[in-house]
């Protein structure tokens, strides 16, 4: 091997985005490229730019990384990151590029994150969880014919002479690629899935009663393993979880409903009502009463 030779670096590396907002598509083209031919050197591209080798294989550095992306892999190369041809291709390769943006909040890192979106979503009439997009830096296709055909119909859809039309053709077909894509059961390890899994049955059975041994005994996981992973996802234990949860419940019913504090504290998992009051002010810095009583003052007359 010659001493100036680059290595490629293995990069398992997760990029991490926080939805909403939800990404928007803005353009793509299938490119063909003869050997020899190099990537064009870009540092200004203010989206993200998805690379999907379909033959060949492409030789791209990015924040002085090296990559091989052979046929049948994607690439994800993040916004204003100066990439760049590592080196010329060595064969006939042709690849799918996507470019899609977001003001949204993202990182990336050796493993997935779970972000909070910064837009406020209202629960007084309505109420959505808010969601991480998931997706390997540099992955092998499982699923790459099903994937190729889905570019295929985005692409076509920008070919669509009416523009008001192909805008949502565009943004539908471009979701339905990027729910595939995030689905190739690689951008989230094991403890990912089982924190994700603790999460959702805390959500489902918030209004019961919810211990370590409990969560311990339904996934036959020890309580030191799930307290690991939640902290690593979720940046709490598994118990702080529930608790957040079902204050932000009660704090919904509060809004939607006359039920008494003592209902919603039963309702929401709070067998004790004084601390469910406590917990309540030491997290929104106001009683559930006066909380209740100061939102309905300030909405009063609206529709």
């Known amino acids: 091997m010659l001493e100036d030779e680059k290595i490629e670096v293995i990069c398992m590396e997760i990029v991490s985005i926080a939805v909403p907002p939800f990404p928007i598509f803005i353009e793509g083209n299938i ?14 591209l203010e989206y993200f730019d998805i690379i999907f080798v379909k033959k060949g294989k492409l030789y791209l ?23 760049f ?38 629960s007084l009439h309505f109420h959505n969880h808010s969601y991480t997009l998931q997706l390997q830096k540099k992955c092998k296709l499982v699923d790459y014919e099903e994937i190729y055909k889905k570019i295929d119909q985005l692409l076509l859809a920008t070919t669509n002479e009416n523009k008001e039309l192909s805008f949502w053709e565009i943004q539908i077909s471009f979701f339905s690629l990027i729910n595939l894509l995030e689905s190739q059961g690689m951008a989230k390890d094991s403890g990912y899935i089982i924190s994700e899994k603790v999460a959702q049955f805390i959500r489902d059975h918030y209004h019961k009663p919810i ?30 979880y529930l608790n957040t ?13 006359n039920y008494s504090i003592q209902s919603i504290a039963e309702q929401c998992g709070f067998s004790f009502g004084p601390y469910f009051s406590s917990a309540f002010k030491k997290t929104y810095g106001i009683s559930p009463l006066n909380y209740r009583k100061l939102h309905m003052r300030n909405v009063k007359g609206k529709g």
């Open 31 to 44: 490119t063909k490229y003869e050997k020899g031919t190099s990537h064009p050197n870009r540092s200004d």
């Open 61 to 83: 550095t990015e924040k002085g990384k090296d990559f091989t992306v052979n046929k049948n892999e994607m690439l994800v190369l993040l916004p204003l990151k100066h990439h």
């Open 85 to 122: 041809s590592t080196r010329p291709t060595d064969e006939e390769t042709e690849f799918y590029w996507l470019h899609f943006y977001t003001n949204s909040y993202y990182t990336e890192g050796d493993e997935p994150r779970k972000l909070k979106s910064d837009i406020p979503i209202p």
């Open 211 to 240: 211990t370590n041994t409990m969560l311990a005994e339904q996934f036959n996981i020890h309580e030191n393993t799930i307290a690991k992973y939640m902290k690593r996802f979720y940046k709490v234990t598994a118990l702080d």
């Open 245 to 257: 949860y079902r204050l932000e419940q009660a704090r919904i019913l509060l809004l939607k409903t």
